[in-house]
C-alpha cells in the first residue's frame, strides 16, 4: 500500500478541474485521495523512462530492458552474449539458420555450396557444381557452363549475361544467339556514354550511319545522313543560318565586325 506523506499546507490550484484554496491536513481520506493522485510516491512511478528493476517470469533484465534469453541474438543464454550476424538464438544458444550448417564457424547451405557439398569441408571439382548436395555435371551440353558465385549452370548459348563466356554480357536490347550477342533486325551494336546498345544507325543522331558518327546540334539523322534544318547548314559541328549568323555569315567562319551585323548572309554595319 502506498504511503501518504503529511503536509500542514498544500496549495492546490483548480484549473485542472480539482478544489481550490488551501488544504488542511486532517489525517482523513480525502486528502489520502489527493495526494496519492496528484502527488508521485517515488521516481519511479514520475518517470517512465526509466529502466524496470523487475521482468516478466519469462524474461531477464538486461542492460536495462527487459528480453528473452532464448530467443534474443544479442543476449542469447546470458545478457551480452551476441550471436554472429549469420546465426539466430534458438533456445538460448547460437545456431545456424534453418536449412544452414556450421562448416568452420560459417554458415552455409551444403545443398548448394561447392566447398561443403552435403557434408563440411566437400569439395566440388571445377567441372562440377553442388546440386541437391551432391557434385554433378554442369549440363549435357558443351554451351552449359559453370558461372557466377555461387556457381550455378548457365547456357552460354543464349544466356545475354553470359554470352559465349561467363561475365561477356550482350548491349542493352540484344540477344545472346548461338553464344553471339544480336541486336534486333535493322540495328546495330555501338558503344554509348552508357556502354554497349543496340540502335538504327539510319536514325539515330548521334550514330548516324555509322557508329560514333555525331550529327552536328540541331541536326537529325534521316537514312544514315545527317541533315541541318531547312535554311541551316553545318558549322563548326553546329546547324546555323549563314544568313543572319554573325560567325558565320555567309559562309562558315565568316565572323562580322563586332559593330556589324549579318544581314542576308552580309556584314553590314
Request: glycine share 14%; with cysteine.
Amino acid at each position: 500500500m502506498r504511503s501518504v506523506v503529511a503536509f500542514s499546507f498544500i496549495p492546490f490550484v483548480g484549473a485542472c478541474g480539482g478544489r481550490t484554496g488551501p488544504l488542511i491536513n486532517d489525517g482523513g481520506p480525502e486528502l489520502a485521495q489527493l495526494v496519492d493522485a496528484n502527488v508521485p510516491a517515488s521516481t519511479e512511478a514520475a518517470s517512465p523512462s526509466t529502466p524496470p528493476t523487475e521482468c516478466a517470469t519469462v524474461e531477464t533484465l538486461c542492460a536495462g530492458f527487459c528480453t528473452s534469453l532464448s530467443t534474443d541474438p544479442n543476449h542469447c543464454g546470458t545478457c551480452g552474449n551476441v550471436c554472429p550476424a549469420d546465426e539466430a538464438c534458438t533456445a538460448g544458444v547460437c545456431e545456424c539458420a534453418i536449412g544452414n550448417t556450421d562448416c568452420g564457424g560459417t554458415c552455409t547451405d551444403t545443398m548448394i555450396d561447392p566447398n561443403n557439398c552435403g557434408l563440411c569441408g566437400v569439395t566440388c571439382s571445377a567441372a562440377l557444381v553442388c546440386k541437391g548436395g551432391m557434385c554433378v555435371p554442369c549440363g549435357p551440353e558443351m554451351t552449359q557452363i559453370t558461372c557466377g558465385s555461387p556457381p550455378h549452370c548457365v547456357d552460354s548459348s543464349i544466356d545475354p549475361e553470359n554470352c559465349g563466356a561467363c561475365g561477356a554480357t550482350c548491349p542493352v536490347g540484344a540477344n545472346c544467339v548461338n553464344s553471339a550477342c544480336d541486336c534486333t533486325t535493322g540495328q546495330t551494336a555501338c558503344t554509348t556514354c552508357f556502354g554497349q546498345a543496340c540502335t538504327d544507325l539510319t536514325s539515330d543522331p548521334g550514330n548516324c550511319g555509322g557508329c560514333g558518327n555525331q550529327c552536328p546540334d540541331g541536326a537529325t539523322c534521316t537514312n544514315g545522313a545527317c541533315a541541318c534544318p531547312k535554311g541551316d547548314i553545318a558549322c563548326s559541328g553546329a546547324c546555323v543560318d549563314e544568313l543572319t549568323d554573325p560567325n558565320n555569315c555567309g559562309t562558315c567562319g565568316q565572323v562580322c565586325p563586332a559593330a556589324d551585323a549579318c544581314r542576308v548572309g552580309v556584314c553590314n554595319p
